[in-house]
């Protein structure tokens, strides 16, 4: 089955870096978009945007534009997610995501990265 | 930026009981709705997608309705492991954003 596996929990302090990872596999990269999406504890899920493996064309959600990077590397089926100055705002449960050829909708999600932003 | 509503924020249902559930867009977004069941812990498992077509592994008393701005989930005998929240996804403009809904918990009765 597909599988997006994500990087484990971080913990940061305000104004760190950080950058995110999910590995995919059992289906092929370069096919699908990936999309990246926060959840704030307690809320709903928030698309931030999608990235387009073959060519890194990547659409952000003007919420998050200019906020956050998405790239990725094809040689190892890996989308990342970064941040260059991290907020205690950023505080969130962040998933990668699938979008299928039949739609924009979302069909398979990582197991989610835990951020903690914290002094 | 298309706004998602949902109603009820929680529905309160017995087991074997029916449930309906409600997701409004503040203006069209034709049949392109997906909803979406999540567990504490757990990523977002999609149900249903272009209105009313269940996902693969997903039980048949889940069902989809509706098109352009009121869309209905129902749920036609709850079981214990449908309680959850449940999200509505608008994804009708190719360039996103895609709005996800506020959610309706589903508890126990």
């Known amino acids: 089955e597909v599988q997006l596996v994500q990087s484990g929990t971080a913990v940061k302090k305000p104004g760190e870096s950080l950058k995110i990872s999910c590995e995919v596999s059992r289906y092929d990269f370069a096919t699908y978009w990936i999309a990246w999406v926060r959840q704030m504890p307690g809320k709903g899920p928030e698309w931030m945007g999608t990235i387009y493996p073959p060519d890194s064309d990547t659409r952000y959600s003007p919420s998050f534009q200019g906020q956050v990077t998405m790239s990725v590397d094809k040689t190892i089926s890996t989308a990342y997610l970064q941040w260059t100055s991290l907020r205690a705002s950023d505080t969130a449960t962040y998933y990668c995501?699938?979008?299928?050829?039949?739609?924009?909708?979302?069909?398979?999600w990582g197991q989610g990265t835990r951020v903690i932003v914290s002094s | 930026e298309i706004v998602m509503t949902q109603s009820p924020a929680t529905l309160s249902v017995s087991p074997g009981e029916r449930a309906t559930l409600s997701c409004w867009a503040s203006?069209?977004?034709?049949?392109?709705l997906a909803w979406y069941q999540q567990k504490p812990g757990q990523p977002p498992r999609l149900l249903i997608s272009g209105a009313s077509t269940r996902a693969a592994g997903v039980p048949a008393r889940f069902s989809g309705s509706g098109s352009g701005t009121e869309f209905t989930l129902t749920i036609s005998s709850l079981q214990s492991e449908d309680f959850a929240i449940y999200y509505c996804?608008?994804?009708?403009?190719?360039?996103?954003?895609?709005?996800f809904g506020p959610g309706t918990k589903v508890d126990i009765k």
């Open positions: 203006q069209s977004v034709t049949n392109d």
């Open positions: 996804q608008e994804y009708s403009n190719w360039r996103g954003p895609f709005t």
């Open positions: 995501a699938r979008h299928p050829s039949s739609g924009w909708h979302i069909d398979y």
